[in-house]
């Protein structure tokens, strides 16, 4: 079940849509348009599309992680706990990117903190190409943050990634009930 949710998660036209709406807001619509509206319309896809892409990155690591096991007997169960888990993961995803959008607008300390660990993120990339290019490791970048208060109303966006996991769990389920009829 986690492959064909993977799969799912990453076909929803819903969640490409924000997804491209994220990539191009963030690469060209903020440079040839900056306002508050593409502030926003960032804050709000990232939310969305972060819990979904935490949420796959998890599922997908359990998935390499855990051995098969083949009973039939308990397949359904499986199938309910399974469902309860993503839900619970999913929901953790999103409260913490919530948390995450309101801590670092609300208090300076997570603000530096969460720049700090962009920084971090960034820096073997960005080390590696000055690498490359120059010979010499740079040393970590450091990450300028564009926030204002209203950052943080945008919060509740994160739970469009549940609305999303719902949708492909229906889709999942479909799909899984015409083969089983075709079978």
């Known amino acids: 079940m986690p492959?064909?949710?993977i799969k799912s998660l990453l076909r929803d036209r819903?969640?490409?849509i924000l997804l491209i709406t994220w990539a191009l807001n963030d690469h060209v619509f903020k440079y040839s348009h900056p306002s508050v509206w593409t502030g926003?319309?960032?804050d709000v896809t990232s939310l969305a599309c972060t819990p979904v892409l935490m949420f796959?990155?998890?599922?997908g690591a359990g998935e390499l992680l855990?051995?098969?096991r083949d009973s039939r007997a308990s397949f359904e169960r499986q199938r309910y706990q399974s469902s309860q888990l993503?839900?619970?993961l999913m929901t953790f995803n999103a409260l913490s990117m919530s948390a995450l959008m309101i801590g670092i607008n609300g208090y300076q300390?997570?603000?530096d903190a969460y720049c700090w660990g962009l920084g971090l993120a960034q820096w073997p990339f960005i080390g590696f190409q000055t690498w490359w290019?120059?010979?010499q490791w740079p040393p970590m970048p450091s990450v300028t943050l564009t926030m204002d208060p209203t950052d943080a109303w945008t919060a509740p966006a994160s739970l469009i990634s549940l609305w999303l996991l719902r949708r492909s769990l229906v889709a999942v389920k479909r799909e899984r009930s015409l083969e089983l009829g075709k079978g």
């Open 109 to 111: 300390r997570w603000a």
């Open 66 to 68: 855990k051995s098969r």
């Open 3 to 5: 492959k064909l949710l």
């Open 40 to 42: 926003k319309i960032s």
């Open 14 to 16: 819903y969640f490409l």
């Open 86 to 88: 993503h839900f619970v």
């Open 133 to 135: 290019r120059y010979g």
């Open 56 to 59: 796959i990155t998890m599922i």
